[in-house]
């Protein structure tokens, strides 16, 4: 385990700044102090190393975002609180959001495979939350009606296109995350 946590922070690091493609296993290892072998070794292939840090990334995401759904008193206020969690962990964990962007995770790995598809199931779940969500508010009267899947994956396209806004031109996470919860409020309360 203790080089393990190295070699995920180097790769983290260098798949945010470089990209996947960009970044041989022989930089990682430099990065984290060990030789290239010993990455073979633990993750079997630079592939691996991307799995498992994108399904790291993916699973943390998911639940902070369930933590603040189940707070929630509404489906309006757990849709706000998914909103919220989105933006508060992309202000704390930002090289994440750059992993995300640059290496693009859906391409690389084939979700087809056994243990892939994991990453498929927590990114699937994640949008989950969001319409759940939705569905919870039109069944308790605070939101309106319509097609939930449809609402989620716009708020979704919008949360990650402001993911993007804040990594790659340095837009304010603050404004951004105060108009997604207006256009949120907008487009959903009944």
């Known amino acids: 385990m203790e080089k393990i946590t190295p070699i995920l922070n180097a790769a983290r690091d260098l798949f945010a700044e470089k990209g996947f493609e960009q970044t041989p296993i022989a930089e990682i290892a430099k990065k ?7 990455i073979i070794y633990h993750f079997k292939s630079k592939e691996n190393l991307l799995f498992i840090l994108i399904r790291q990334i993916l699973y943390s995401l998911f639940r902070q975002a369930q933590d603040e759904i189940c707070a929630a008193t509404n489906g309006l206020n757990a849709v706000e609180g998914y909103i919220r969690a989105f933006f508060s962990f992309l202000d704390s ?3 994440d959001f ?16 056994h243990p892939n598809a994991d990453v498929k199931l927590i ?3 994640y949008l989950d939350l969001l319409v759940d969500a939705i569905k919870r508010g039109q069944a308790d009267g605070s939101i309106r009606d319509g097609q939930p899947t449809e609402l989620g994956k716009f708020i979704f396209a919008t949360l990650f296109g402001s993911a993007q806004l804040k990594v790659v031109f340095g837009d304010s996470s603050t404004n951004l995350r105060d108009s997604a919860l207006y256009f949120a409020r907008a487009g959903l309360k009944k």
Do not use: H
């Open 32 to 38: 984290a102090g060990v030789a290239g072998g010993t």
């Open 93 to 95: 964990r930002g090289s």
């Open 98 to 113: 750059k992993v995300l962007l640059k290496t693009n995770p859906f391409e690389v790995i084939n979700l087809q495979e």
């Open 123 to 125: 990114f699937d779940r």
